[in-house]
């Protein structure tokens, strides 16, 4: 594994779940050579939701984000791989499904922001907390047998 692997917290929401689109996400990362070092289905409290969007907490739509993303189980991963949490954005898309670009999991499947279906961490630092509060017993530390190929 190279030096500059990063750790992200890449997390299916509700509407991921109800629309079938759990595999779908899976699969991107899978094929695109990041190893699953975690996984569940939770259905949170809003208490972790809080927690969880804390940064967001004095924004207008923070009540219904909260509401929404208790509304159902959520399937919480965490990724691991070179520029983990970057490409993990990239990956899913703009915040604002209409903003985000064709091939992208926000671009291809959604269109409400308030539904976008799917959340990765915005930081190394951001990651870090997201692991911790999600995953408190730990990841899996394992190794891939195609690591060798993936990574030079
Ligand atoms: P991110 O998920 O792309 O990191 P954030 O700004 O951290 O975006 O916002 C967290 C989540 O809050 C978004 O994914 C979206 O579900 C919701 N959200 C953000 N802005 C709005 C809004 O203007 N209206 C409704 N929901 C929003
Ligand atoms: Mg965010």
Redesign the pocket.
Same mark, same amino acid.
């Given at each position: 594994m190279p030096n500059n692997a990063e750790r992200t917290y890449i997390m299916v929401k509700p509407d991921g779940v109800q629309r079938g689109l759990v595999g779908e996400i899976i699969a991107r990362f899978e094929k695109r050579g990041f190893k699953l070092i975690a996984l569940k289905l939770e259905h949170a409290t809003k208490e972790h939701l809080e927690k969880h969007?804390a +940064?967001?907490k004095d924004k207008p739509f923070f009540p219904g984000l909260i509401k929404y993303m208790a509304s159902g189980p959520v399937v919480a991963m965490v990724w691991e791989g070179l520029d983990a949490v970057k490409t993990g954005r990239v990956m899913l898309g703009a915040?604002n499904p209409l903003a985000s670009a064709p091939g992208t999991i926000r671009g291809d499947y959604a269109l409400a922001v308030g539904r976008n279906i799917c959340?990765? @961490? +915005?930081s190394v630092e @951001?990651a870090e907390k997201e692991i911790a509060l999600w995953f408190p017993e730990g990841v899996i530390q394992h190794t891939m047998a195609s690591a060798e190929w993936v990574f030079e």
């Open positions: 969007y +940064d967001l915040t959340h990765g @961490s +915005d @951001s």
